[in-house]
């Protein structure tokens, strides 16, 4: 079993920037995938970027060139680094692992742009 802990939100002024982190307690190495998710109060769960065993890298169009996953399989971390934040990324923020042995979410983190 694997357990996904979120840490790094909070408050932010618009165009502030924010790192998210996804520690495992288990190996990400044998991770087909890992993603960070946003939901926002009452709307969907939304895919925001995915980072592939082999490194390779997508993006939803709402972050592409604000946010960067990236991933440290020495640390079994994975992290979004978050620039130019708008209040419409006010969400809560949750990293998924997609393994072999299972589908993994984490309890998610607060972001909150406001000034």
């Known amino acids: 079993q694997v357990q996904l802990v979120e840490s790094g939100g909070g408050l932010v002024q618009p165009g502030g920037s924010l790192r998210l982190s996804c520690a495992a307690s288990?190996?990400?190495?044998?991770?087909?995938?890992m993603y960070w998710y946003r939901q926002a109060p009452g709307k969907q769960r939304e895919y925001l970027a995915l980072?592939?065993?082999?490194?390779?890298?997508t993006y939803a169009d709402s972050v592409t060139g604000r946010f960067t996953i990236s991933r440290d399989n020495t640390k079994n971390t994975v992290y979004l680094q978050m620039n130019s934040l708008k209040p419409e990324d006010t969400a809560v923020y949750y990293c998924?692992?997609?393994?072999?042995?299972?589908?993994?979410w984490g309890q998610g983190t607060q972001v909150t742009v406001s000034s």
């Open positions: 288990g190996s990400i190495f044998s991770a087909n995938a």
């Open positions: 998924r692992m997609l393994a072999t042995h299972g589908d993994y």
């Open positions: 980072i592939m065993k082999g490194g390779s890298t």
